[in-house]
């Protein structure tokens, strides 16, 4: 009996924290194993000539070129693995251009284990379709895989609005915020504010740390990753 063999991941993303959190979500969904990560499209290029790759785990903002002029190029230079793209940019007209490109699936940020895993399962669903397809209906099985059968779910009792307000109050921060700070900008509870906040850290976009006053036990501050000034 055979073993099927994994599918090896590339993670490129430009932030270290954000790197080491997409290869830890690759390594938890079985099927798939991450075979190396890169800081930007140079570091990318170096990785792909030398090991073999399945799937770009692809953020669009690098520091020496665009995710997509670095897919682009990829394709004149004859690597053919497939993309999903991670990245903060809402712009359809980018995705649009990034379908040309072997794009697969678009994974907005910030984001939780839960909708990479359902992101890297449905894709691995697709990749295993193989024969000929007897009509229509089964082109369109396959091809309605890759999509989600709606917006991916938050844990219990958060909301995306709630989320973006908190993501932009956060991002907007100079020297960062703690809980109580937050929840008095966007006028949501202190308790309300901190399961937004420790959302993000799970999901690798914010950072914590505790400040100490002078009196009292420490208090946490929220801080946006670096990097993420830039919109990405």
């Not at 979500?25 to 090991?51: Q, W």
């Not at 937050?182 to 420790?198: F, K, M, N, Q």
Request: no cysteine.
């Amino acid at each position: 009996m055979t073993t099927e063999q994994p599918i090896r991941v590339l993670v490129v993303e430009d932030d270290p924290v954000a790197a080491d959190a997409h290869v830890m979500y690759v390594g938890r969904v079985p099927g798939f194993t991450a075979v190396g990560k890169a800081h930007s499209g140079a570091e990318a290029r170096r990785v792909l000539d030398r090991t073999p790759v399945d799937l770009l785990l692809l953020d669009l903002h690098l520091p020496d070129v665009h995710g997509l002029q670095l897919a682009r190029s990829l394709r004149a230079a004859g690597h053919h693995a497939d993309v999903i793209a991670v990245t903060s940019a809402r712009d359809l007209a980018v995705v649009r251009e990034g379908v040309s490109l072997g794009v697969v699936q678009y994974v907005l940020k910030p984001f939780t284990f839960a909708t990479l895993r359902d992101r890297l399962v449905r894709y691995a669903e697709f990749r295993g379709t193989a024969g000929e397809a007897s009509g229509q209906d089964e082109v369109d099985r396959a091809l309605a895989t890759l999509r989600a059968p709606g917006p991916a779910a938050l844990p219990k009792g958060l909301s995306g609005p709630t989320l973006e307000r908190v993501t932009g109050t956060l991002r907007s921060a100079e020297g960062g915020l703690t809980a109580a700070g937050v929840a008095e900008a966007v006028g949501i509870s202190r308790i309300t504010a901190r399961r937004y906040l420790e959302h993000l850290v799970e999901a690798g976009r914010a950072a914590r740390e505790p400040q100490y006053g002078t009196v009292g036990r420490p208090e946490l501050v929220y801080r946006w990753v670096r990097g993420t000034e830039r919109g990405r």
